[in-house]
Nanobody, 121 residues
Framework: QVQLVESGGGLVQPGGSLRLSCAAS????????MGWYRQAPGKQREFVAV???????KYIEFAKGRFTISRDNAKNTVYLQMNSLKPEDTAVYYC???????????????WGQGTQVTVSS
């Protein structure tokens, strides 16, 4: 079994920064892509950014130039550095990690529990 633990959310003023973390643990053989999504009240969950096992990154348009995704493979952790935050960035942020579990041949996606980010003055 695999567990994802997120941290780093909170309340920040417009223009401020936050760094989200998502650590995977458990019966892990290998990790593939690691990504972040968000869901604002009344809206569908949307993609924010992803980093592959090879280090390639992709961002949704609103995140480009403000958000940076990175991973630490030794710690099985993915980060999302968010700068120049805007009120419209307010949402619950979820990490998604593709994992091959020990003794398994299949790649499964796991989701974190979500962390609230509120941007308000």
């Amino acid at each position: 079994q695999v567990q994802l633990v997120e941290s780093g959310g909170g309340l920040v003023q417009p223009g401020g920064s936050l760094r989200l973390s998502c650590a995977a643990s458990g019966s892990i053989f290998s990790i593939g892509a690691m990504g972040w999504y968000r869901q604002a009240p009344g809206k569908q969950r949307e993609f924010v950014a992803v980093v592959t096992s090879g280090g390639s990154v992709k961002y949704i348009e609103f995140a480009k130039g403000r958000f940076t995704i990175s991973r630490d493979n030794a710690k099985n952790t993915v980060y999302l550095q968010m700068n120049s935050l805007k009120p419209e960035d307010t949402a619950v942020y979820y990490c998604k990690v593709d994992v091959v579990e020990s003794g398994s041949a299949s790649l499964n996606a796991y989701w974190g529990q979500g962390t609230q980010v509120t941007v308000s003055s």
